[in-house]
């Protein structure tokens, strides 16, 4: 079945540093890509996403690529702030009527002043 | 526009004790989905419902969870009896259709 694999945490860095999450998946089809984030008490929030090939999701700086040939859609941003700490999930939908979101495991990012 | 609400949002019980969920999802919204997500990992899905009929229930623990979506609007999702490996966030999600899921605060369960 589907299965997403993402970096294991926590990710510390300091303000301003370049961040890379790693995120890689198995499907069959052509499902689409989505990166969640989990602030401290609050739910998850769609962060970015990506539905084909080579689309690139972007959203408060932060960025992503659909790269089917190495099946990757790692997360990066050019300089982290404090407020970016929070727990960062790779997931990806299916094709068709069942459109669930298959998640990985998470990553916890903490970023220091 | 007001979001996903879910209740409780804390609950403690003794194994053995049933218990159940409740989900108010986006209004409008056909799809409504719940996840079980257990500390440390991501959230796995247990049922999705398109308006009040179960798109897919293959993850579901059917000897001990159920769940429904009575006309089509809010659900209610049950533990009976429950075990200790239950103790879990439980979200709700809901969609347009097929669209964009947004999910709801949560209801941590501790199963003691």
């Known amino acids: 079945g589907d299965s997403v694999t993402q970096m294991e945490g926590p990710v510390t860095l300091s303000e301003e540093a370049f961040l890379t999450i790693n995120c890689t998946y198995t499907?069959?089809?052509?499902?689409?890509l989505f990166w969640y984030v989990q602030y401290p008490g609050e739910g998850l929030q769609l962060l970015l996403k990506?539905?084909?090939?080579?689309d690139k999701g972007s959203n408060k700086g932060f960025e992503a690529t659909y790269r089917k040939e190495t099946t990757s859609f790692h997360l990066e941003k050019g300089s982290v702030q404090v407020s970016d700490s929070a727990v960062y999930f790779c997931?990806?939908?299916?094709?068709?009527?069942?459109?669930?979101?298959?998640f990985g495991s998470g990553t916890r990012l903490q970023v220091q002043p | 526009e007001a979001g996903v609400a879910q209740s409780p949002r804390y609950k403690i019980i003794e194994k053995r004790q049933s218990v159940a969920f409740w989900c108010n999802p986006i209004?409008?919204?056909?799809?409504l989905y719940w996840y079980q997500q257990i500390l440390g990992q991501g959230p796995k899905l247990l049922i999705q419902?398109?308006?009040?009929?179960?798109?897919?229930d293959s993850q579901l623990p059917k000897d001990r969870f159920s769940a429904e979506r009575l006309k089509g609007v809010d659900s209610t999702l049950k533990i009976q009896p429950a075990k200790l490996e239950d103790s879990a966030v439980y979200l709700c999600?809901?969609?347009?259709?097929?669209?964009?899921?947004?999910f709801g605060p949560g209801t941590r369960l501790t199963v003691l």
């Open positions: 997931a990806l939908s299916g094709t068709g009527g069942r459109r669930a979101l298959t």
């Open positions: 499907a069959t089809g052509y499902p689409s």
């Open positions: 209004s409008g919204h056909a799809t």
């Open positions: 419902f398109q308006n009040n009929g179960v798109v897919d």
């Open positions: 999600a809901s969609s347009l259709a097929l669209g964009e899921q947004f």
């Open positions: 990506a539905t084909k090939a080579d």
